[in-house]
Nanobody, 122 residues
Framework: QVQLVESGGGLVQPGGSLKLSCAASGSIFLIAEMAWYRQVPGKQRELVAG???????NYADSVKGRFTISSDNARNTVYLEMNSLKPEDTAVYYC????????????????WGQGTQVTVSS
């Protein structure tokens, strides 16, 4: 069973910074893409940033220039560096991974982490 473990969330003041980490473990053949999403009560979960195995990245317009996604393929880990944080960034942040578990099975499976709370408040 593949598991995603997130860390780095917490409480920060507006303008502050946080770095989130998400490590994948278990039966992994390869990870095609990892991404960060966020969700607040009453709203749909939204994509924040994604990164492919080859290093291509994409960002939501609301975080461009402030957030940076990166990955360490050898460690099956993805990071989200968040700078100049705003109160509207407050949300539960979820990591996910699009992966294959076996050389003999081409099925792609998306796995979600449990979420980590980020609160931006003075």
């Amino acid at each position: 069973q593949v598991q995603l473990v997130e860390s780095g969330g917490g409480l920060v003041q507006p303008g502050g910074s946080l770095k989130l980490s998400c490590a994948a473990s278990g039966s992994i053949f390869l990870i095609a893409e990892m991404a960060w999403y966020r969700q607040v009560p009453g709203k749909q979960r939204e994509l924040v940033a994604g990164i492919s195995r080859g290093g291509s990245t994409n960002y939501a317009d609301s975080v461009k220039g402030r957030f940076t996604i990166s990955s360490d393929n050898a460690r099956n880990t993805v990071y989200l560096e968040m700078n100049s944080l705003k109160p509207e960034d407050t949300a539960v942040y979820y990591c996910n991974a699009d992966h294959r578990s076996s050389y003999y099975d081409s099925t792609r499976t998306i796995v979600w982490g449990q979420g980590t709370q980020v609160t931006v408040s003075s």
